[in-house]
């Protein structure tokens, strides 16, 4: 199913377009459900014991489960599909972006004198992951457009298409579902600032007002475009958000500043060297007291071969280059390596509060938080998804 966006900044859509998008949607659905279902029975019946019989013994990584199952039939229609309906996703949206383009130009300069602020850096030095590819194979990445509103309402359209109702209605469900965590969890941590690094168009961004009303919000990105996007998307919502064009690796903050740093699907898109230095950065602006908090794809050590290799498909087949990297490293030893102190970190898996509701979450909060890092739907968008995250606490 995809979702109809319930904020006012999107592109409006012909009755073909809603069509369309529901089109892709099903595909997806019926590709991350039914026929990944398909590829598991074939990984168990043939690819493994094929590999068994060659090597003595069992695919033990992600690596060697890909190994396996390339060139098995199940795993060829699988991603050939998924190739071609990521695509869709993206060429499903085109037209009703470029043909509202002036409409939502003219709205957000309408919506400028709400509160909040954008404060773009025509001088920053954008990073090659940003552009010099079309991540997740979306066209023109995120600088397509330039400053302009275009890879903004690309994406914001896109992910309503791809999610398939997976992530909420104005597509929030990960920011939602961990601030409210937060606040189950720590329920005397009040932040008064909090800072969302690598926002795109702040759709996890402005969660965080809704849980923690009298904090100053502040989120940042390197490209401009989603940025211009974000900002008039809040002010339409009447979010006093204060966005900015930064580096998440280079942040213009002063030392011991906020009390919480976040972002959500964020480290994954970084080389190994800028994901060091983004939460070197994080440790450095944030307060004694503060926290640290990542939303991302569960990593590999906590999963078999097959489930690991099942994420890792996005870093061969989707224009992703630095997901299995990331997913390669612990996020424990990343947060060691940033200064945070052994037993200050801790990780958890979150049930989407979308789809569990409030009550699962409360009881996640409260219950066993080791429980559930390795389940199936973990980080997976299908049928059931559960959100992974990690932070620690700068003491
Ligand atoms: C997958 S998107 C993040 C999604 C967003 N956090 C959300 O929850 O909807 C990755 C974003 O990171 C930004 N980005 C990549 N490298 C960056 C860097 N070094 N500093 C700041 N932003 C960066 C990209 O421009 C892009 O908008």
């Not at 090659?128 to 010099?132: C, D, L, P």
């Not at 200064?339 to 200050?344: H, I, K, M, V």
């Given at each position: 199913m995809t979702v109809e966006l319930q904020h006012p900044m999107k592109a409006q859509s012909t009755p073909d377009e809603v069509a369309r998008g529901r089109f892709v949607s099903g595909i997806r659905g019926l590709i991350l459900n039914d026929l990944a279902t398909d590829m598991k029975d074939a990984y168990d019946r043939r690819a493994a014991p094929a590999f068994r019989k060659e090597h003595g013994r069992d695919p033990e990584t992600s690596r060697e489960a890909h190994q396996a199952l390339r060139g098995d039939p199940a795993f060829n229609i699988y991603s050939a599909m998924r190739v071609q309906a990521q695509k869709m996703v993206w060429a499903s949206v085109a037209d009703s972006v470029e043909r509202e383009g002036d409409r939502l130009a003219h709205e957000a300069e309408l919506a400028a004198a709400a509160p909040g602020s954008l404060t773009l850096d025509p001088a920053l030095d954008v990073p090659?992951?940003?552009?010099?590819i079309d991540v997740h194979l979306m066209p023109g990445s995120y600088t397509r457009g330039a400053d302009s509103l275009e890879a903004g309402a690309v994406y914001d359209r896109g992910l309503a298409v791809f999610s398939m109702g997976l992530m909420g209605a104005n597509l929030d469900d990960i920011g939602l579902s961990m601030s409210q965590y937060i606040k189950q969890r720590f329920p005397d941590f009040a932040p008064q600032r909090i800072l969302d690094t690598g926002c795109t168009v702040g759709h996890n961004t402005l969660p965080w007002k809704q849980v923690y009303p009298d904090a100053e919000l502040i989120a940042i990105d390197a490209a401009p475009g989603p940025l211009a996007y974000a900002s008039a998307r809040a002010k339409m919502q009447g979010q006093d958000v204060q966005f900015r064009q930064m580096c998440a690796d280079d942040l213009a903050f002063e030392d011991a500043s906020f009390d919480v740093v976040w972002s959500s699907m964020?480290?994954?898109?970084?080389s190994k060297k800028q994901r060091a230095k983004c939460l070197d950065e994080a440790f450095r602006v944030l307060r004694q007291g503060g926290l640290m908090l990542h939303m991302e794809l569960p990593p590999n050590?906590?999963?078999g071969a097959f489930e690991g290799f099942y994420l890792d498909w996005d870093s061969y087949y989707n224009n992703e280059p630095y997901y299995k990297g990331y997913r390669d490293e612990l996020p424990g030893d990343l947060c060691a390596r940033a200064?945070?102190?052994?037993?200050?970190f801790f990780e958890f898996v979150v049930p989407s509060v979308g789809i569990y509701g409030e009550q699962a979450l409360i009881d996640a909060a409260r219950g066993d938080r080791a429980e559930g890092v390795g389940q199936q739907t973990t980080g997976r968008l299908a049928e059931g998804v559960m959100w992974y995250g990690f932070g620690a606490w700068k003491k």
């Open positions: 090659k992951n940003v552009h010099a964020f480290l994954h898109e970084l050590a906590q999963m200064g945070f102190a052994d037993g200050d």
